[in-house]
């Protein structure tokens, strides 16, 4: 019985996308060096840039962590200093690259249920000059926050730092402009919103930046540099390549222009997190963030404060259901997560909203609002 993931990811894919990985593929196949030039100049086209203006695709194998960490341990050099923005898991997950790979780095963090404050931003790069680096989450997964790229973006820009976005779970499905966010190096994988299946992360960096990091790596598997180079000079990855998986994400990148590009997969995202909202609304649940900050992407639910709730129970009956949810991930308080992305529709959430319903009938838990 097919499952409905209202997670952030791994995420619910078309068959069609699923069926495009049924064939084997040489990695040398005239088909598959194709793949990888299609699929890299589509990835910057999503992104509102081009090879002309100075910006690449480098495509690295493993899910999205991978290429965070391959930024992260590649571009920043050794008299550099990174800046990392964080309000959640993720942007956490980049402070332990930088712990792990010994880089020259500070954090500022801001709290779970609050955005990045972009004059925050500015006045510490204002009094920290010796910064030149700054990462930052674009859609923070954690709570389903968005943080303001845009404005950080001009910031980094106006300051002269090099300027790194997670855009992990929101890529494809809201629209980024790289250039005028200023975005040096944006990351993203090959199963959030673009819907296909899960196997390798691609970065959209701007050239020169990319160049810089010739040397830096602090990994062979990760070095973004030498990995963009191999996919540049000899069109081929310099090790084993997602074979399948970028077949599969071909086909995602043919059906997202089908459904009328990321406007359209943004409107469907928006509706469905709208019928979830009035839904669980209705049945009394309420959400962790405001609604200002929100993003659509995936939504934090408070647990009611009944004492027959019991998140394990809950998720158990909904998963017999073939609806799994997500846990929450926040320090402070207890949550669980569902999202809006991958190939879920109005009225799969819809259908979720109900099975919600049922379940709290049958564990006997009332939520008055
Ligand atoms: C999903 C996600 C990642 C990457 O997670 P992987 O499990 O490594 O694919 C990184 N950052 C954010 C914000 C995410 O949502």
Redesign the pocket.
Known sequence: MKKLLFT??PLSTSRTVKEAALEDMGSRDETFIQTIRFIRDELLTLGHVSKAEGYETVIVQG????G?ESVISSIIGENDHLLILSNGA?GE?IVKMAVIHRLPHTVIRFEEDEITDPETVQQFLSQHPHITHVAC?H???TTGLFNPIQKIGGICAAAGKTFIV?A??SFGGVEIDIKSAHIQFLVS?S??CIEGI?GF?FVIAQKDALQTAKGRARSLSLDLYEQWLGLETSGQFRFTPPTLSMMAFRQALMELREEGGIPAREARYRQNKSVLDSGLDALGFSQYLRPEIQGHIITSFLYPDHPGFQFEEFYRRLSERNFVIYPGKLSKTNAFRIGNIGQIFPEDVQALVRAIGEIMEEMQITVHP
């Open positions: 952030p990811g899910s999205g962590t991978f965070v993720y997950r989450i859609s923070e997964t997670d992990m779970s994988s199963n959030k899960p992360a």
